[in-house]
């Protein structure tokens, strides 16, 4: 479901990886992403934090502690070449 989350923000690849460790009934989740480029990586990594704690915790009902984020790649939008 986390990872899911990660596809519902703007400029997000939909192929996240997702760890979740549990601490005291606390959920710490680590999420590795790719971009698509010209996204702003800030704003992008401070709404999948948003994002994914809101469904977790929804769908769930455990606490989210935290979110770590690393985006991994930025991925420039392909556009067919014409021959």
Known sequence: MAA???RLVPGAE?????????DGGDLELAVRL?????SPVRTAAA???RRVTEEVERITGYRVR????TVAAL????RPRVV
Do not use: M
């Open 75 to 78: 991925h420039a939008e392909t």
């Open 47 to 49: 709404d999948v934090r």
């Open 4 to 6: 899911r989350a990660v």
């Open 34 to 38: 790719a971009l698509r480029w010209p």
């Open 66 to 69: 935290s979110v770590a984020v």
């Open 14 to 22: 939909p192929s996240a990886a997702v760890k979740v460790g549990e």
